[in-house]
């Protein structure tokens, strides 16, 4: 990862979207350190952004939002890091959904399956994705 930061560095691209590591539980440590290497570097303003893949189930959506926390504490909350939520056909709850949304929030990724076909066969969002939206 290392060496594909610097070549993208003195490609001078503004931003890096980066997965939040879904294996290993809590443990973010290793990944957090990583980071905070390259977003405590003062010669590059180079921004990274987190993708977050949020579930369906509520108690499932509330262990990842525990994992941006414990990382955008490790990152010592560097305006360099930002969130991609990654939405998915089943959504968790609002209240928690909203938690998501206080965040840092760079960009909305909807999943291909979350599009429902109309009557007239055409792909069209869910109420609850049509709302997130607006």
């Known amino acids: 990862m290392q060496q594909e930061i610097n ?7 503004s931003h ?19 980071l905070n ?9 180079q921004k990274f952004i987190l993708r977050i893949q949020i579930p369906g189930n509520d108690n499932l ?18 305006p360099f890091l930002s969130v991609m939520l990654e939405l ?10 909203d938690r998501f949304f206080g965040e840092k929030v760079f ?10 076909s109309n009557p007239k066969g055409y792909p069209v969002l869910s109420k609850a994705h049509q709302q997130i939206c607006k």
């Open 107 to 116: 960009g909305i990724q909807i999943a291909t399956n979350s599009f429902l």
């Open 37 to 45: 290497r390259h977003l405590s570097n003062m010669t590059v303003q």
């Open 7 to 13: 070549v993208m560095m003195h490609v001078s691209i």
């Open 88 to 97: 998915g056909p089943d959504l968790p709850s609002k209240a928690i959904l």
């Open 16 to 34: 890096i979207l980066v997965d939040l590591p879904l294996k290993g539980g809590d443990k973010i440590d290793n990944f957090a350190a990583i």
């Open 61 to 78: 959506a509330e262990l990842q939002y525990a994992k941006i926390v414990a990382l955008k504490e490790l990152t010592d909350f560097s």
